[in-house]
């Protein structure tokens, strides 16, 4: 599927699930990205951080990503060495362009529910993904109007209400993280991030579960909590009930 030539995939973090996020987006003919990310490469991560290679090691993860995108296809990348912050980005979320995608692909849980208040408020497109030993799952989130066909879908809060405590929060060299696992979910968000881009906005709300080890595939539909903080302006409606693993957590 081509995306939507107009549109701009901005991938937050471009480590396990950024960089088999970017390979997708690129090879589906996407037209630009926008990679934002602070960190550099480092050599233990390289299994699962598919875009680089030991030349990488040491440089900042987002020019890498742009360098070694380029010549790969038409996609036009622009990297940006910087730690988005919760704190700032309801501001940085007003600057992004209607055509924007956001692919939320870090391992911060209050970064995630935040790009996830913001992008909601603002009604930009989002996918927020996570992935941790062998379990992995991705979220789109499209919000229409509160009087559209679909406006009980749920978004990234509507399921899990709030990120954990950071005491427990478990670390990836505590849980484990499977390279094919990060490289499942990082690809399926790509894929998710098109078919919005496509203005295909059936696989909003739709949360897919992936469990690698017995390799199985759950699809959820949870329905907007009511009075979830990100709909302020919207009328309560009936929902699921849903309770979920891996609230926030991530490879990066």
Known sequence: MDANADACFVVVGAGGLGCPALLALSAAGAARAIVIDHDRVEAHNLQRQVLYDVGDVGAAKA???????????????EPRVHALEPSEVARWVTSLSPTT???????????????NDACVAHGIPLVVGAALGWRGQALAVHVPSPAGPHADRACYRCVYEAPPPDD??????????????????GMLMAHLALRLAAGDHTVAGQLWAIDLLHVEVRRLAPRRRPGCPAHPRATDLPHDSLAGSANGAGAS
């Open 168 to 185: 427990e929060i478990p670390r990836c060299d505590e849980a484990g993280v499977v390279g094919s696992g990060v490289g499942h979910i």
């Open 63 to 77: 020019e890498a990503a742009a360098r070694r995108l380029a010549g790969r296809g038409r996609m036009a990348v």
């Open 101 to 115: 995608i956001v692919l939320e692909c870090t391992d911060r849980p209050r970064l995630k529910f935040a790009i």
